[in-house]
């Protein structure tokens, strides 16, 4: 899953950055409100944090311009103005969510995972598809009763893969989704992690879930194709 912070304080935009990527988000970061409409123009985010307060443009004509330009990202805004009038001009304008500074990193996670959720077609933190078992807030997984360890990054691209079951995913899609802006395009770095992907999930076992569609891209199915 990806996501944008707009968020001109350094300190809150890489304190956020950092338990993020922890908790196996890519992020990449606008520091004003202009490069933030760009980034959330060009690039498919499943989630954006808007602070309101910026050195450009303010953070609520952001979120206007975004939802002008179509784009149904989630958005959770980051107010420092504890008032109930900037709360409803924010949903008015098309947040979907907001928090308020000083924030408890612990709710925003969680904000940020059920905002995510809500996109999607799952609706609680563990996702049970055919053998497989996935606690994404936990970061356990297993198949049967086997557990899997996984690194972050095949965490990140299994839940991905889960989120989308079904569905045809090229590795455009993946690399937009599971990378972030430093992704070099031309690597096999997505195949190379699909296959370690499917050494731990599918190599044991008589079904596999990962399925390859010969130069199109990737789909995670427990059916056959
Ligand atoms: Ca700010």
Known sequence: MR???????????????????DKMYSVDIAI????????????????????ILLPDINGMLVCKKIRKSKITTPILMLTALDSVDNKIKGL????????????D?????????????RNSDQKTSIIEIGELFMDTSERKVRRLDKEIKLSAKEFALLEYFVMHQNKVLTREMISEHVWDMNFDPQSNVIDSFVRFLRQKIDKDFKKPYIHTLRNVGYKFSIYEL
């Open 32 to 51: 004003n409100g202009e490069d933030g409409i760009f980034y959330a123009q060009t690039n498919d985010y499943d989630l954006i944090i808007l602070d």
């Open 92 to 103: 008015d304008e098309g947040a979907d969510d907001y928090i308020t500074k000083p924030f």
């Open 105 to 117: 990193l612990g709710e925003l996670l969680a904000r940020v995972r059920s905002l995510i959720r």
């Open 3 to 21: 996501i944008l912070i707009i968020e001109d304080e350094a300190k809150i935009s890489n304190a956020l950055q950092r338990a993020l990527i």
